[in-house]
C-alpha cells in the first residue's frame, strides 16, 4: 500500500470555489479512483494550499489508469480552472518526499 501526500495550489480568489466543487463530487468520479485501488484520498486546505493524502495500492498504476479515465478527465478539466497549475496525469509524479514521521506506539502488553 502506498501513503502518497500531495500539493496543489488553488488560483487566487477561488478558493470558495474549490470548496464548492468537493462539497459533493459526482458519483463517476467518486468510482473511478476506487477502481484505480484508492482505499481513501483527503483532502485539507490551508488557505491557498491544498494538502492531499491518498492511500493507494499503487500510487503509478492509480496514475496511469487515471489519466486515461473519462471520469477523472471530465473532473480534472473542470477543477483546473481552479487551480494555478494544472496536472495531467503525465510524467512519473512520486508526491511530496517524506522527510519525519512519529511512529505508532506499540500497544501495551500484559496485564497490571
Given at each position: 500500500m502506498d501513503?502518497?501526500?500531495l500539493h496543489t495550489r488553488i488560483a487566487e480568489g477561488h478558493e470558495a470555489?474549490?470548496?464548492r466543487e468537493h462539497a459533493r463530487?459526482?458519483?463517476e468520479l467518486d468510482a473511478a479512483p476506487r477502481a484505480a485501488g484508492v482505499h481513501a484520498w483527503r483532502i485539507w486546505r490551508?488557505?491557498?494550499d491544498i494538502f492531499h493524502l491518498v492511500e493507494v495500492?499503487?500510487?503509478g498504476a492509480m496514475r496511469r489508469r487515471l489519466a486515461g479515465d473519462p471520469a477523472n478527465?471530465?473532473?480534472q478539466d473542470h477543477i483546473n480552472q481552479f487551480l494555478?497549475?494544472?496536472d495531467d496525469y503525465g510524467g512519473e509524479d512520486t508526491g511530496i518526499r517524506p522527510v519525519w514521521s512519529l511512529p505508532a506506539q506499540p500497544a501495551e502488553s500484559?496485564?497490571?
Open positions: 501513503r502518497i501526500a470555489d474549490y470548496d463530487i459526482p458519483d490551508d488557505g491557498r495500492e499503487d500510487y478527465q471530465r473532473w494555478e497549475v494544472v500484559g496485564a497490571s
